[in-house]
Nanobody, 115 residues
Framework: QVQLVESGGGLVQPGGSLRLSCAASISVFALYVTGWYRQAPGEQRELVATITSGGTTNYAESVKGRFTISRDNAKKTVYLQMNSLKPEDTAVYYC?????????WGQGTQVTVSS
């Protein structure tokens, strides 16, 4: 069974930075496409960024140039470095891992950008 545990969320001022981590309990982590999604109150969950085991990345237009996704296959961990944060980045951030019929989600971590 795949388990994903996020950490690193919190309260930050506009313009600040946060780094999210997602630790995965997956037997062959390198096979999975991993990513971060977010959901703001009253909104649908949306893609933030994804990364393949080979390092190919994809970003939402709203975060390009500010957020960086990375992964460490040896540590079975995915990261999201968030810089120049804006109030509209406030949301619950979810880690995701997909491979074949498996589509696993973490419990989410709250990110609040406010002065």
């Amino acid at each position: 069974q795949v388990q994903l545990v996020e950490s690193g969320g919190g309260l930050v001022q506009p313009g600040g930075s946060l780094r999210l981590s997602c630790a995965a309990s997956i037997s062959v982590f390198a096979l999975y496409v991993t990513g971060w999604y977010r959901q703001a109150p009253g909104e649908q969950r949306e893609l933030v960024a994804t990364i393949t085991s080979g390092g190919t990345t994809n970003y939402a237009e709203s975060v390009k140039g500010r957020f960086t996704i990375s992964r460490d296959n040896a540590k079975k961990t995915v990261y999201l470095q968030m810089n120049s944060l804006k109030p509209e980045d406030t949301a619950v951030y979810y880690c995701n891992a997909k491979f074949a019929s498996v589509d696993a989600w973490g419990q989410g971590t709250q990110v609040t950008v406010s002065s």
